[in-house]
Each structure stands twice: as structure tokens, then as C-alpha cells.
């Protein structure tokens, strides 16, 4: 599969109070099986605010407010020959929860509220626990 370029994609550190953020378990690659941020692709003639506000909202049913940008972030993917399989530049927002309740559906397993230090127990990648880092810290002024 050839790939075209990188793929622009949104994700959120969506908050309910200082107590607890949303994690979402990934049910597609990239990082199928992990728990992670919300987010997603950005479609054609979307702002990267009305992206992300969609993709919470289809994978958790959640509203949410989208509030400063955090960091942009690259994951870069690569097979055994060191072809790249997979780019995407991820643009990462601090958010509030809004209304709704959390219940997993479109690309993702499980979703639900965790407090900080539970929720960073549960993310493998690295740069995810240096997003909800800093976005602890920004919103908070928590130190994780």
C-alpha cells in the first residue's frame, strides 16, 4: 500500500474537573488495543476545532468544548525494511466536557474517566503521557 503523504489528525486531553480525564481503547491501527486520547482524522473542509468536536462525539457521545492547542505530535510508522507504513501529524487540544455520558462506539472498544495518575498508568506511548503532562499543567496547574 503506498502511502500519499501524512495524514492530519486531531485529539483531545478532554477534561471533567481536575479529577478526571477521558481515555478512549483504540479499536483500529494505528495502536489498535491502547488507550489513548480522543481523535481522529480531519475531513475535508473541517477546522481542526470542528474535527476534533466530531470525532469525540463519534466515539464517545460526548460534547465537549475545545479549548488551547497543546502540542502537535508526529507518529511515524515503519515496517521491518524501513518503508513508512504510516504518518500522522496529530494536533492536540485541551477540552472540557460538556454533557453526555461516555459509552464507547464508532473506532474505538472502551472509553470512560480516569483520575491523572490513572489514566497515565494506562497509555503505553510516550508522547501521550507528555500531552496530558503538559495539558495537566495548563489547565490545572498539575503536576503529573
Known amino acids: ?3 500519499l503523504g501524512p495524514v492530519v489528525a486531531v485529539g483531545a486531553v478532554v477534561w471533567q474537573g481536575p479529577e ?3 481515555l ?3 479499536g483500529h491501527a494505528p495502536r489498535s488495543g491502547e488507550w489513548s486520547i480522543p481523535g481522529g482524522r480531519v475531513e475535508l473542509g473541517e ?3 470542528e474535527a476534533l468536536a466530531r470525532e469525540v462525539m463519534e466515539e464517545t457521545g460526548l460534547t465537549i468544548t475545545v479549548e488551547g492547542l ?3 505530535v508526529n507518529f511515524i ?3 521491518t525494511s524501513g518503508a513508512v507504513t504510516a504518518h500522522f501529524v ?3 487540544f485541551n477540552a472540557r466536557w460538556l454533557s453526555g455520558e461516555a459509552s464507547p462506539a464508532s473506532d474505538v472498544t472502551d472509553c470512560g474517566w480516569f483520575a491523572p495518575d490513572d489514566a497515565l498508568a494506562r497509555v503505553s506511548w510516550e508522547e501521550t503521557h507528555r500531552i496530558i ?4 499543567r495548563e489547565m490545572w496547574q498539575l503536576e503529573l
Not at 503532562?133 to 495537566?136: L, Y
Open 133 to 136: 503532562g503538559t495539558s495537566a
Open 47 to 49: 477546522t481542526l476545532r
Open 90 to 92: 496529530l494536533i492536540d
Open 1 to 3: 500500500m503506498a502511502i
Open 20 to 22: 478526571r480525564l477521558l
Open 70 to 72: 497543546i502540542d502537535t
Open 24 to 26: 478512549v481503547r483504540r
Open 77 to 79: 510508522e515503519r515496517d
